[in-house]
């Protein structure tokens, strides 16, 4: 399982400094929406220069224009860029198709998607799914991505993202069994982000041993 690292709401230069100080604890590291939309591809181009043995996610949320706004992402280093699932499917099969030109990956954000949608999505096989409880969700409602049931998408590569906290995250596991797990401000706005980072992959290690015994 991996732990993508979610940078938001902060410039360039303080989300490689922060990244440097938990890199031995995560996998992924995500360049969140908030960072494209303010700094645009130099935010990928600069994180992924910064590490460049770390898959790095562009969180663009791409709802159209795809093929431009994928090879923008995957020219500047992206190996992984997301597309939300409400988009036209020619929308996601253009991603798809971009994608495997360059030989890099594609998330579908499941926010707000029918059960109809959902359904139509199921024919990218090769694509992640993300299992996401929005940034207003959190904030306005309270709600958190707790895993409290199975993902629709069991069986594909799942990611869950969404207020994940260190005593969900073994519940939330268990019940999505997610390929990766995304990690914003439980770590970023720790008071020791590389003591939260180094906990969350414990017990992830720890939860991961559990389920396979």
């Known amino acids: 399982m991996n732990i993508q690292l979610a940078l938001d709401r902060m410039d360039i230069a303080e989300a490689i400094e922060l990244t ?23 935010s990928i181009k600069e994180i992924k220069q910064a590490f460049p043995n770390k898959q790095i996610v562009a969180d ?9 706004e ?26 798809m198709e971009v994608a495997n030109r360059y030989q890099k990956k594609v998330m579908i954000d499941l926010l707000n998607t029918s059960d109809e949608q959902k359904q139509a999505l199921r024919k990218y096989n090769d694509a992640i799914f993300c299992e996401h409880v929005s940034k207003d969700q ?28 260190l005593g969900s995250i073994e519940d939330l596991i268990k019940s999505i069994h997610p390929a990766v797990v995304i990690i914003g401000s ?3 706005n720790a008071e020791n982000p590389s003591v939260a980072a180094a906990r969350f992959k414990q017990v992830i290690s720890k939860t991961e041993e559990k389920t396979t015994c």
């Open 186 to 188: 439980a770590i970023t």
């Open 20 to 42: 440097k100080k938990v890199e031995d604890s995560i996998n992924w590291i995500e360049v969140g929406t908030s960072l494209i939309k303010e700094f645009g591809v130099k």
């Open 138 to 165: 959190q904030e306005e409602l309270g709600d958190q991505n707790q895993g409290t049931k199975p993902s629709d998408f069991s069986g594909f590569q799942v990611a869950a993202a969404g207020g994940i906290k």
């Open 60 to 68: 663009i949320k791409t709802i159209d224009n795809a093929r431009y």
């Open 70 to 95: 994928f090879e923008l992402c995957f020219e500047a280093g992206a190996d992984v860029a997301t597309v939300m699932g409400v988009s036209p499917l020619v929308t996601i099969d253009t991603c």
